[in-house]
C-alpha cells in the first residue's frame, strides 16, 4: 500500500514563473491537506480539499495560490508568479473519511527554490 | 497567533535516558494532540495522539501526557535511542480538521 506521492521532490523555478506541485493520497484516502513549512518554522496550514470540493482555504495566501482535486487524477498546488518568499517546502497529507483519530498521513514533501 | 507552542528548540538526551519534550497550547478547543516525527527531506510521521479526554496515552516507549488545566502536553521517550534523533512536532486539531503545528523541538540522542 503506497503512502502520500507528492512529484516533484524538488523544483526550481525563476521568479513570475508558475509552479505546479502535484499530490497522491493513499489508496482508499478522499481528504487531501496542503502544509507549508518555511525555514526553521512549523508546518503551517493552507487548504483542505475532498474530491472536486474546497471546503477550507483559510490558509492560502488570497493572490497567486489556487489548489484543486479533480475527481480524477492527483491534487495540484498551484502558484502563479512565484516569487522568493514563496521558497519553503510544501506537504500534502491525506485522511480517510470516518470517524475515530482524525489521523493526517503526509508525503515526502516537495522543495519549492525561486530564484 | 501561536496557538501551539514549542519553547525549547532543542535537546540532547544521553542514549539509554528518558527524552521529555514539551508542548504548550492556547485554544481549548482542540480534540486531539498528535505527536510527529521528521527527519530531514523527508515528511512528518505520525508517533502518537491523545484525545482531549484522557490524561495519558501509552504505546511502547512513547507516553504522551496531557495536562488541559494547564494547557499542557508532553512526549516521553524511554529509553532513548539513536534513531530517535529528529525533529519533533507537537499538533493539535479540532472540528475544523486542520492541524495547527508547533515551531518543533530538535532532539539529538548522545551515543
Known amino acids: 500500500n503506497a503512502g502520500v506521492m507528492q512529484n516533484p521532490r524538488h523544483l526550481v523555478r525563476r521568479r513570475g514563473q508558475e509552479a505546479r506541485l502535484r499530490c497522491s493520497p493513499m489508496?482508499?484516502?478522499?481528504?487531501v491537506y496542503w502544509y507549508r513549512q518555511l525555514p526553521e518554522e512549523g508546518l503551517k496550514f493552507m487548504v483542505y480539499l475532498q474530491k472536486e470540493n474546497i471546503i477550507d482555504e483559510s490558509g492560502m495566501p488570497k493572490e497567486r495560490f489556487s489548489a484543486e482535486f479533480p475527481k480524477e487524477g492527483p491534487s495540484i498546488l498551484r502558484i502563479q508568479q512565484v516569487v522568493r518568499g514563496d521558497s519553503a517546502a510544501y506537504f500534502c497529507?491525506?485522511?480517510?473519511?470516518?470517524?475515530?483519530?482524525?489521523?493526517?498521513?503526509f508525503g515526502p514533501g516537495t522543495r519549492l527554490t525561486v530564484l | 497567533d501561536q496557538q501551539v507552542k514549542q519553547n525549547s528548540p532543542s535537546l540532547s538526551v544521553q542514549e539509554g535516558r528518558i527524552s521529555i519534550l514539551n508542548c504548550d497550547y492556547t485554544?481549548?478547543?482542540?480534540?486531539?494532540f498528535l505527536w510527529y516525527k521528521k527527519y530531514p527531506a523527508e515528511g512528518p510521521t505520525f508517533l502518537i495522539s491523545?484525545?482531549?479526554?484522557?490524561d495519558k496515552n501509552e504505546d511502547g516507549r512513547f507516553t504522551v501526557f496531557l495536562n488541559k488545566s494547564a494547557k499542557h502536553l508532553s512526549l516521553h521517550i524511554v529509553p532513548s535511542q539513536p534513531g530517535d534523533s529528529a525533529v519533533y512536532f507537537c499538533?493539535?486539531?479540532?472540528?475544523?480538521?486542520?492541524?495547527?503545528f508547533g515551531t518543533g523541538t530538535r532532539l539529538t540522542i548522545i551515543p
Open positions: 489508496k482508499g484516502h478522499s481528504h
Open positions: 491523545i484525545s482531549s479526554i484522557k
Open positions: 497529507a491525506s485522511s480517510p473519511r470516518g470517524g475515530g483519530i482524525p489521523l493526517q498521513y
Open positions: 485554544n481549548s478547543m482542540f480534540d486531539y
Open positions: 499538533a493539535a486539531i479540532g472540528s475544523s480538521e486542520k492541524l495547527t
